[in-house]
């Protein structure tokens, strides 16, 4: 039996405090995957069940149809189950109330951005959904593809615009530095060559907040399923799981309403950037170190390779020493306790967070997590150990058995097989873009 609106759930999982029947669709979320559900959706639940109206999510899947297989027939209910070593606690999400596939019936997601309820649309497509060339420029030819964002964002204002309506705030949730002003960027880029008469109306009414986003969500495998099936008593095939921090910073610039997501522990700031510095460079930067030395010292996830004493030092010093001196901190922003929060997340043994997960898209990653690190001490003559370590496992990871999931991987091998690999991957017209160059 699947979970659905009807099933009797056990006393001890929480569950939404509002009537979901009567809330209409606030806001679409393209890149509906399990960070997103387990993140902004949460908060957007907690919202309604303060009394907040109307903020319910429409799904979308750019390409596959797996979050809507397994959310569309449990009427968009799904649970997350937060972990840590004291125990685990699982909650019901009904803020979802459906997932569109992009792929099957584009004109349902231009609809749904186009609807007079919409006020926010958000986005959670990694990295590379941007279509960015090595230069940062929009990929044009990319980007007119079936599947890109541009492309039905770009419909669905054109139909806004037609109907009268007002713009709507775009959300960038993505670990790209200055999200907010690259996507606005990038979509300008689209809009003229695209849509020219759309430019200007954009400009007017739209707006794209920077935004910080920080909760380890580690890929649900057969094992949660299991669990939480024992516990619910029914099967929930769109369950995540995650640990109990969450943190969330948008920049205040909004096109129209919004939640109250800061009643429930969002920030609201006028400048996100040292908080977005902070995570990229110590937490991300952390997590991707973690995932190649870890794995080629054989570990599988991340609690076993911060456990390993050969590699805890190395990532304490990148945080520390390496990272942290690069960031100017906004007032009351501790970074050297973020240091020892980080830590202790990154060893929760509740979580079994995959260092392969965490490996994906190495070259669109890469770029903001380390190298602006890098590039900074290199300007003061200085070196970065623990980064350079990084990046000597990183090229051993890409000549390794492991599978390499990134949208360079042909290249990133033959370039990690030369002779002058560090030139291929960092130097000149190398395949990762940075203000860095290798010594």
């Known amino acids: 039996m699947r979970l659905s609106p009807e099933t009797a759930l056990p006393a001890s999982v929480g569950r939404p405090a509002y009537d979901r029947a009567a809330q209409a669709a606030g806001i679409v979320h393209i890149g509906i995957g399990a960070f997103h559900r387990a993140h902004q959706a949460v908060y957007t639940d907690d919202a309604m069940g303060a009394g907040d109206r109307d903020w319910g999510i429409v799904g979308v899947s750019l390409r596959s149809g797996d979050v809507a297989a397994q959310l569309n027939a449990q009427d968009g209910l799904y649970t997350v189950s937060t972990r840590s070593a004291a125990g685990s606690e699982l909650r019901l999400i009904g803020a979802v109330q459906k997932v569109l596939v992009a792929a099957d019936n584009p004109q349902s997601v231009i609809d749904a951005i186009a609807a007079p309820t919409t006020h926010i649309v958000s986005f959670t497509v990694t990295e590379k959904g941007y279509l960015r060339r090595a230069d940062g420029s929009l990929d044009l030819a990319a980007a007119v593809g079936a599947s890109s964002l541009y492309r039905f964002v770009a419909a ?3 139909a806004r615009k037609a109907a009268g309506l007002r713009g709507v705030t775009l959300l960038s949730c993505d670990n790209l530095a200055g999200n907010g002003a690259v996507l606005r960027r990038l979509m300008r880029e689209y809009l003229a060559a695209c ?3 759309l ?4 400009d007017g009414e739209c707006t794209c907040p920077a935004t910080m986003i920080d909760r380890i969500v580690p890929a649900t495998t057969d094992a949660d399923r299991a669990a939480i099936e024992a516990e619910l008593g029914v099967r929930d095939e769109g369950a995540v799981v995650t640990e109990g921090f969450s943190q969330w910073v948008i920049e205040d610039d909004f096109a129209g309403p919004r939640p109250r997501w800061e ?10 950037a040292p908080y977005e510095t902070a995570k990229l460079r110590m937490l991300n930067g952390a997590h991707s ?3 190649y030395i870890g794995l080629g010292r054989g570990h599988e996830y991340v609690h076993q390779a911060i456990a390993d004493p050969d590699i805890r030092p190395v990532i304490e010093r990148l945080m520390r020493d390496e990272a942290a001196p690069t960031i100017d901190a ?10 020892g929060a980080l830590l202790d997340r990154f060893a929760n043994p509740a979580l079994h967070h995959r260092l392969i997960q965490i490996a994906m898209d190495g070259s669109q990653k890469i770029p903001q997590r380390w190298l602006e690190t890098l590039a900074w001490h290199q300007a003061r003559g200085a ?3 623990s980064l350079e370590a990084a990046i000597e496992a990183w090229i ?3 000549l390794s058995d492991h599978p390499i999931d990134d949208p360079l991987a042909d290249p990133l091998r033959g370039a990690a097989a030369g002779p002058d690999a560090l030139d291929q991957l960092f130097g000149e017209g190398g395949l990762i873009a940075s203000g860095w160059r290798p010594a």
């Not at 430019?199 to 954009?202: I, L, M, T």
């Not at 906004?330 to 240091?339: I, K, N, R, V």
Request: net charge negative; proline share 8%.
């Open 156 to 158: 669905g204002l054109a």
């Open 195 to 197: 849509h020219p008469d």
């Open 199 to 202: 430019s200007g109306w954009f």
């Open 263 to 272: 009643a429930f522990g969002a920030e609201l700031v006028a400048d996100v």
């Open 289 to 291: 170190a973690l995932a």
């Open 330 to 339: 906004a007032p009351g922003q501790d970074l050297d306790a973020y240091a």
């Open 383 to 385: 070196r970065c150990p």
């Open 396 to 398: 051993a990871f890409l």
